[in-house]
């Protein structure tokens, strides 16, 4: 009986499926009044990395690049009200809650959260980055590029930009990097505008970012074809991300010049 129990509460809890309950997976048995964040973490999943940006500019009020306690306080007074919870919550219980989010949520302990640790705390549905056909399992098609283009694309004026780019250069960098705080992400998007951001305009067009899936996806091929590579978790994998994009240019750039060259050599003949 206690080994179906076991069963059956490890089915229930265990969300990661790593054989442990988590405090955060623990969570779910507090009462509702006790654990209206988890429990909304869980139920409502954010729809991209491009919503997760906008709230975290929203709240790193002073630009730190991190949320600290007294700016979590007011993402959790806000939550509150929208969950119509705010009349039922002191100021010491509020301070209290904020207390519990840091102790849950604070992996490195220093009184704040970094990008991934509050990324932990509220999630999106899913990082589409990470789906097979950008790791070279299959062949990269326009209908992809077409999808993660709208995805990031948010208000449709045809360039990937401000909050829209830094949720996509998060979910870049989140394939290579468990641990990222919002340096790490400065230092990732200016590696990454310099090799891929061809004419320089600080934003991602649809062009660019198909030299930027289509290497992604050549890398995962490559590291799929080498047994016991280190892969995107390499030694540098950051700046080989960045290069990837620039080398990938280079290449096109090589066959375009082949291509015209070969094609007006023969035009030359033909007419003299």
Request: proline fraction near 2%.
């Amino acid at each position: 009986m206690l080994a179906e129990l076991k069963e059956c509460f490890m089915e229930a809890y265990d969300d990661n499926q790593d054989g442990k309950i988590e405090i955060r997976e623990l969570a779910q048995l507090l009462p509702m009044e006790e654990n209206f964040l988890l429990l909304f973490r869980f139920d409502n999943p954010l729809d991209s990395s491009v919503e997760f940006m906008k709230i975290w500019k929203a709240y790193d009020k002073d630009n730190s690049g991190y949320i600290e306690a007294d700016e979590l306080k007011n993402f959790l007074r806000d939550l509150l009200k929208e969950a119509k919870k705010d009349q039922d919550v002191s100021e010491d219980k509020l301070i209290e809650y904020t207390d519990t989010m840091l102790q849950v949520f604070d992996q490195n302990k220093d009184g704040k959260l970094q990008l991934s640790e509050m990324a932990k705390l509220l999630p999106v549905k899913e990082n589409f980055l990470c789906r097979s056909v950008f790791k070279g399992a299959s062949k990269l098609t326009k209908e992809d590029i077409e999808r993660v283009f709208a995805l990031y694309d948010r208000d449709n004026n045809g360039t990937i930009e401000n909050e829209e780019l830094n949720g996509f250069l998060k979910d870049l960098l989140e394939l290579v990097k468990k641990d990222y705080d919002a340096l790490d992400l400065q230092e990732f998007q200016d590696a990454i505008m310099r090799g891929c951001d061809f004419n320089k305009d600080g934003k991602i067009n649809k062009k660019e970012l198909t030299m930027i899936l289509l290497a992604l996806a050549r890398h995962g091929t490559d590291d799929d074809a080498q047994p016991g590579a280190g892969g995107m978790a390499g030694a540098n994998p950051l700046a080989e991300i960045a290069s990837i994009g620039m080398k990938a240019l280079k290449l096109q750039k090589l066959r375009v010049r082949h291509f015209v060259t070969r094609t007006l050599g023969t035009n030359s003949t033909t007419t003299s």
